[in-house]
């Protein structure tokens, strides 16, 4: 009997042992979760463009165009047009912000579901720009070339000043392929004052750099206005940048006229020389209204400064004076129109 107490206690230790092991194994099996199912591949092949770039895609798989925005979108591209080829040709959809998510406006048609391999051009909305800065808007774009075997382009754009604290900041252009993105700036006040009414304008001609093909369309996309020519052809206006333009002093200051050529007026940039004969100290530029009327601005410029710019004239071809000054006084003054 003594022998068997210690046995029976032995045998219920290791039935202990042995429940308490099985309950170890059986706890991770019951607790454990299903696994969380694997996410969709992307939609898409190639590295999503930056904001406002362009680039050229190939589906990965089957997908709508709810899945191909969506999956730009979380790449860091939010997708503004699409082009994809349709029996044979060349389709472009832009982004709507109703169903479809993309539409076809001249064929009133959506984009259909694209199989897989299917390549796409997509362009990704703009980054949002610095405080100040706001797109100008763009009155008209024509292109001219130079008389050359092997033309030079220009862009000659006229974009506006909504009011009269809008101040012409600068041009950034892009080009991918043979399109180029040409975006105009404006600088806008941040501070609440009390504008002028006076709506103005800026010509300012872009030279279009790199290689063309002859016969290919180049796209010229110009903030929100779009146009197009074919390199090489005859239909181009000649018309490349304008030779310098200078306002010469000479002769005694009394007599002394100065002038603007209107095609200098336009650009905004004025360039004075001066002969030795005409000891000038400095000059003045002055500018007037849309009606003509001078207005109270009036710049002095050094004579070391032998240029000063860009003036905003009311309008291209006009409404800037310069005067020459001197011990003696001040020049008359022709103005330009």
Request: net charge neutral.
């Amino acid at each position: 009997m003594a022998v068997a107490r210690p046995m029976r206690a032995w045998a219920v230790a290791i039935a202990a042992v042995a429940l308490a092991g099985a309950s170890l194994i059986a706890w991770p099996v019951e607790a454990q979760e299903a696994p969380a199912p694997l996410p969709p591949p992307a939609p898409f092949e190639g590295i999503a463009p930056k904001p406002g770039d362009l680039a050229l895609l190939r589906t990965s798989r089957t997908v709508t165009p709810a899945d191909l925005a969506s999956g730009l979108t979380s790449a860091g591209c939010a997708p503004t047009v699409i082009a994809i080829t349709i029996g044979g040709q060349w389709q472009t959809f832009v982004a709507s912000t109703a169903a479809p998510t993309f539409v076809n406006a001249p064929f009133l048609a959506a984009v259909p579901t694209l199989a897989a391999g299917t390549g796409f051009f997509v362009r990704c909305q703009p980054a949002a720009l610095p405080a100040g800065l706001a797109l100008a808007p763009i009155e008209s774009v024509e292109v001219v070339r130079s008389d050359s075997p092997e033309p030079s382009y220009w862009a000659v754009i006229t974009s506006g000043l909504p009011n009269g604290c809008a101040k012409f900041e600068r041009i950034d252009v892009k080009r991918t392929g043979d399109t180029f993105e040409i975006t105009v700036l404006n600088r806008i006040p941040q501070t609440l004052v009390a504008c002028p009414a006076i709506y103005g304008y800026v010509t300012s001609r872009v030279p279009l750099t790199g290689d063309f093909v002859l016969g290919r369309t180049i796209t010229l996309n110009v903030n929100d206005r779009t146009t197009t020519f074919i390199a090489g052809s005859a239909g181009i206006p000649v018309g490349g940048p304008p030779a310098p333009t200078n306002v010469r002093l000479s002769g005694s200051l009394p007599d002394l006229m100065t002038t603007v050529p209107a095609g200098e007026a336009e650009r905004g940039r004025v360039t004075v020389l001066w002969e030795s004969s005409a000891v000038v100290t400095g000059f003045r530029i002055y500018q007037r209204d849309c009606s003509g009327v001078l207005t109270s601005t009036r710049i002095e410029v050094g004579a070391a400064d032998r240029q000063y710019g860009p003036l905003q004239p009311c309008r291209p071809g006009g409404n800037v004076g310069v005067a020459a000054v001197s011990e003696a006084g001040e020049s008359p003054i022709t103005w330009a129109r």
